[in-house]
Every structure is written in structure tokens, then in C-alpha cells.
């Protein structure tokens, strides 16, 4: 584990896999506005937004 500009960094080498976490950041950002004590809440997508095909992983490996 590692943190780099403010993101913490995970490598599983075995696996291959890093794991990036902005956890920090986001907590002193609810800390500055004085909402650290709200509680998060599940928000509804919107039906008219749609993603490019261009932008959506084909090969198993991008998937991951």
C-alpha cells in the first residue's frame, strides 16, 4: 500500500490488480462543508443519458 497525491494505492501483485481509494480526500472535502455526519443516499440514473460504445471495455482484460 502506497498514497500518492492524496490516493492510496493497493497492488495485488499476484493477481495483477491496483485498487486506487480517493476515501481520504473525499472525507476532508465532507469536512470542510460541515458534512461529515450526513448520511449517503442512493441516487435514481437518469433514462436519457446513454454511453458510447467507444467508451465501453470489449476484451475481458479492459472489463476488469
Known amino acids: 500500500m502506497d498514497v500518492t497525491l492524496g490516493m492510496r494505492n493497493v497492488r495485488d501483485r499476484k493477481i495483477e490488480k491496483l485498487w486506487l481509494s480517493q476515501q481520504k480526500y473525499i472525507e476532508r472535502v465532507l ?7 450526513y448520511k449517503p443516499v442512493s441516487t435514481a440514473f437518469v433514462d436519457h443519458f446513454k ?3 467507444k467508451e ?4 475481458e482484460n479492459d472489463k476488469e
Open 51 to 53: 454511453l458510447s460504445s
Open 56 to 59: 465501453c471495455p470489449t476484451s
Open 31 to 37: 469536512e470542510i462543508f460541515n458534512m461529515e455526519n
